[in-house]
């Protein structure tokens, strides 16, 4: 049981480059999210998807876009890079049920030149 | 909107003392608590998860009680070890959807040899 796993785990960009993260899940959970944490600045959530086919804006959303064409996949892009993006990446996901614990991947770094 | 607060920050500790992790949230409207370790470069590691119709849970040296009239959690950890050095995050589920979840910032944790 793999649990929440990202890939890539590290990743340098030149500013205006794209990537995207993909954030894979095998325990059937209906919601995952994508978080950004700075220092100083703790968790702050950027997208969210409460089921396959979903996607909503957290609290810092913009210069992100994200897809969740499969329960178990919930990807986050960056069209064009900027320093300001230069962060650490995790992906969470937890069931619908109001008990549900809510599980981590191990990050990604990512460093925007 | 939800806030959750730990206080203090930062936290240091001789090898063998007993201590207390506070976490403050401002809705006690929740479904849950959930307490999270964090090493340092790594993601987020569940310690205990507390539904709002409980007010403890353990896990060997770990104690989590929840006080939901008063906006309150506490992690109490006995007899703290060099290994248990590392920042402590409180998340709380909350609002008309049970995918809302709320972090405080944590607190750095040090236990001195």
């Known amino acids: 049981n793999a649990g929440v796993t990202q890939t890539p785990k590290f990743r340098v960009l030149k500013t205006g480059q794209s990537m995207t993260l993909l954030c894979a899940q095998d325990?059937?959970?209906?919601?995952m999210y994508w978080y950004r944490q700075d220092p100083g600045m703790g968790l702050r959530l950027i997208h969210y998807?409460?089921?396959?086919?979903?996607?909503a804006k957290g609290e810092v959303p913009d210069g992100y876009n994200v897809s969740r064409l499969k329960k178990q996949n919930f990807l986050l892009g960056l069209e064009s890079a900027a320093p300001s993006q230069t962060s650490v990446y995790f992906c969470?996901?937890?069931?619908?049920?109001?008990?549900?614990?809510?599980?981590f991947g191990e990050g990604s770094r990512l460093t925007v030149l | 909107k939800q806030e959750v607060t730990q206080i203090p920050a930062a936290l240091s500790v001789p090898e063998g003392e007993n201590l207390v992790l506070n976490c403050s949230f401002t809705?006690?409207?929740?479904?849950?608590l959930q307490w999270f370790r964090q090493d340092p470069g790594k993601g987020l590691t569940s310690l205990l998860l507390?539904?709002?119709?409980?007010r403890e849970q353990t896990s060997g040296r770990l104690n989590a009680s929840l006080d939901k009239s008063s906006g309150r959690s506490t992690l109490y950890i006995a007899a703290s070890q060099p290994g248990d050095s590392a920042t402590y995050l409180c998340?709380?589920?909350?609002?008309?959807?049970?995918?809302?979840?709320?972090f405080g910032k944590g607190t750095k944790l040090s236990v001195i040899p």
């Open positions: 969470a996901s937890k069931d619908l049920a109001r008990a549900g614990e809510l599980f």
């Open positions: 325990m059937n959970h209906e919601y």
């Open positions: 998807s409460v089921g396959e086919g979903t996607t």
């Open positions: 809705d006690s409207a929740i479904y849950n």
């Open positions: 507390i539904q709002s119709s409980q």
């Open positions: 998340a709380v589920v909350s609002g008309a959807g049970s995918y809302q979840l709320t």
